[in-house]
C-alpha cells in the first residue's frame, strides 16, 4: 500500500453514499481532508549504542462524533498517504456502528522482525513521547494494528502512565488483560463478522452447511475459521502467506491450529486427514458459498474477481476488494459484506475495554459476547435494509448509513466552527 493518491481512491466511496444523501456541500468537504497529521522522526538508541531513527505519523482524520480511535501499524512501507487514508476509513467504521468515535491511525515505517524486544520497547515508548501531547482518553485513543500487539500496546500505556504521572488506561486499547485490557478482544473481529453473516443468513439464502473458503490464516483467519466450523460449516480452503490447502469434505481446523501454534504454513498439513495442496493464487476462486478475505488488501482484483464462485464475500481484512474488483463482483450477483461493517467488531470490543477502563468495571465474557452480537446485528440489520431499500450494494449502504450520522453530527456541531468544531 505505498501508491499516492490512496486516499483519493478512499474518497470515491464518499461521493457515491453523498449521491444517496441530500446532505450539505460542506459536510462532504470536512470529510474530504484529515483535521491533523502529525509527522515526527523517532530517534531511539539500539542494542549496539549506535542510534536510529524512524518516520512516524498519527492522524486525527476526524473527531465530529468523539474522540478520535484507530491503531497504530509497524511497517516499512507505511507513508502518510497509508495513515490518513485507514484513519478515513476508522471513521467511517466508527460511525456505521454508532460507536462515539471519531476516526485516527499511526503507524511507524520499521520493519519491526529487525528489532530486539529491547529496541521495540524503545521505539513504543519514542512513539508515546512523540505523541503524548495528540492522544489522551478523550482526544486520541490507540489501539494495535499490522505488526503490534497486547505487549507493545502495554508498554505504550505504561509510558503515558509515567508521563501523566498517574494511570490512565483509557489512553489505550488492546492492553494486556493485566493492565486494564477486556476479555473477548482476541477473538472479536471474526467473532463480530461471525454474528453479522449469522444474522443475515437468511436473508442472503445461504444455506445449512456452507462451504467456506479462507484467504489469511491469522487473528482473523483462524478464529473465522473455528467459529464457522464449530457450527458444521466445512472450510473447503485455506491459504496463509506460504501456501494453501484444500478438500471438498472439509479441512480438519485443529490441524489448520496445530500447524499455526508450530509456527508452519497451513500447507505443511497437505497429506493429512485428506488435506491437499492448492496454489495460493487459486483460492479466490474457490468452488465454496462463502469467501473471507483475511490477508491483506487488494488480494481481490481485477484480475481475479471474475473467478470469484462465492455468493457472499465476508470482508475481514482492511481494503481487500480493489473498487473495480468490487464493481465485478456486483454485476455477478456476489454480496460483499464490507469491511467497515464486517471487521468492525474489533473496534466494538476496543470501545468495551474502553468503557471497562472508564467506570473501573470489568465484565465478563459472556456480556462481552452479548452486547458484542447485540450491535453487530442491529447495525448490519440497518445496512442490509438501506441496501434493499435503495437497491445500492452493501459497501455503498454501509458508507450512506455513517454519512447520515455523521452529517447529522457535523450539522449539530454548528456551522459558524464549521472547520474547526
Ligand atoms: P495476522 O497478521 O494475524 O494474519 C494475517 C494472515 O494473512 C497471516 O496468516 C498471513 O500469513 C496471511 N497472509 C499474508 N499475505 C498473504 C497472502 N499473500 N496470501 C494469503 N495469506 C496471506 O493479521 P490479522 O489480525 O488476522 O488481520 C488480517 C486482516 O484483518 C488485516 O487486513 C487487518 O487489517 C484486518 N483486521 C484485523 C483486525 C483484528 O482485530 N485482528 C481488526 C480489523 C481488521
Not at 483475511?294 to 482492511?318: F, G, Y
Request: charge should be negative.
Amino acid at each position: 500500500m505505498t501508491v499516492d493518491g490512496l486516499l483519493d481512491h478512499a474518497l470515491v466511496r464518499l461521493d457515491e453514499a453523498a449521491s444517496h444523501l441530500n446532505i450539505d456541500q460542506d459536510v462532504i468537504e470536512k470529510l474530504k481532508f484529515p483535521r491533523e497529521t502529525t509527522k515526527v522522526r523517532l530517534m531511539i538508541r539500539m542494542d549496539d549504542g549506535s542510534r536510529k531513527s524512524f518516520l512516524a505519523w498519527r492522524c486525527r482524520y476526524d473527531d465530529t462524533r468523539g474522540p478520535t480511535k484507530g491503531g497504530i501499524r509497524f511497517h516499512p512501507d507505511s507513508t502518510a498517504d497509508e495513515v490518513e487514508t485507514l484513519a478515513f476509513w476508522m471513521t467511517f467504521k466508527c460511525a456505521v456502528m454508532n460507536l462515539p468515535y471519531g476516526g485516527g491511525k499511526g503507524a511507524v515505517q520499521v520493519d519491526p522482525r529487525k528489532l530486539s524486544k529491547a529496541e521495540l520497547e524503545r521505539l513504543s515508548r519514542a512513539y508515546i513521547q512523540a505523541f503524548a501531547r495528540i492522544i489522551g482518553p478523550d482526544r486520541d485513543i490507540p489501539a494495535p494494528d499490522l505488526y503490534t500487539n497486547s505487549m507493545i500496546m502495554g508498554w505504550m500505556a505504561d509510558e503515558y502512565a509515567q508521563i501523566k504521572g498517574q494511570a490512565e488506561p483509557a489512553v489505550i486499547t488492546g492492553k494486556p488483560i493485566a493492565l486494564g485490557g477486556s476479555l473477548g478482544r482476541g477473538d472479536a473481529t471474526a467473532r463480530g463478522g461471525y454474528y453479522l453473516v449469522r444474522h443475515l443468513a437468511e436473508d442472503l439464502g445461504l444455506g445449512q452447511t456452507m462451504r467456506i473458503a479462507v484467504q489469511g490464516f491469522g487473528n482473523a483467519g483462524q478464529n473465522i475459521a473455528s467459529l464457522l466450523g464449530a457450527d458444521g460449516h466445512k472450510i473447503v480452503a485455506v491459504s496463509d502467506s506460504e501456501g494453501a490447502v484444500g478438500s471438498k469434505a472439509g479441512l480438519h481446523i485443529d490441524l489448520l491450529l496445530e500447524a499455526k501454534a508450530k509456527g508452519q504454513s497451513v500447507a505443511s498439513t497437505a497429506g493429512q486427514g485428506g488435506h491437499e495442496l492448492l496454489d495460493p493464487k487459486d483460492l479466490v476462486g474457490v468452488d465454496c458459498d462463502l469467501l473471507v478475505p483475511a490477508a491483506l488488501e487488494n488480494m481481490i482484483d481485477c484480475q481475479n474477481a471474475s473467478s470469484v464462485k462465492a455468493k457472499l464475500v465476508l470482508e475481514l481484512a482492511n481494503g481487500p476488494v480493489t473498487p473495480e474488483a468490487d464493481a465485478i463482483l456486483a454485476r455477478n450477483g456476489i454480496v460483499v459484506l464490507p469491511d467497515i461493517l464486517a471487521n468492525a467488531g474489533g473496534v466494538t470490543v476496543s470501545y468495551f475495554e474502553w468503557v471497562q477502563n472508564k467506570q473501573g468495571y470489568y465484565w465478563d465474557v459472556e456480556e462481552i459476547h452479548e452486547r458484542l452480537k447485540t450491535i453487530m446485528e442491529r447495525e448490519g440489520r440497518a445496512v442490509w435494509n438501506i441496501s434493499r431499500e435503495r437497491e445500492i450494494t452493501m459497501r455503498t449502504a454501509a458508507y450512506v448509513h455513517a454519512l447520515g450520522r455523521l452529517a447529522e453530527a457535523i450539522e449539530a456541531h454548528g456551522t459558524q466552527n464549521f472547520f474547526t468544531s
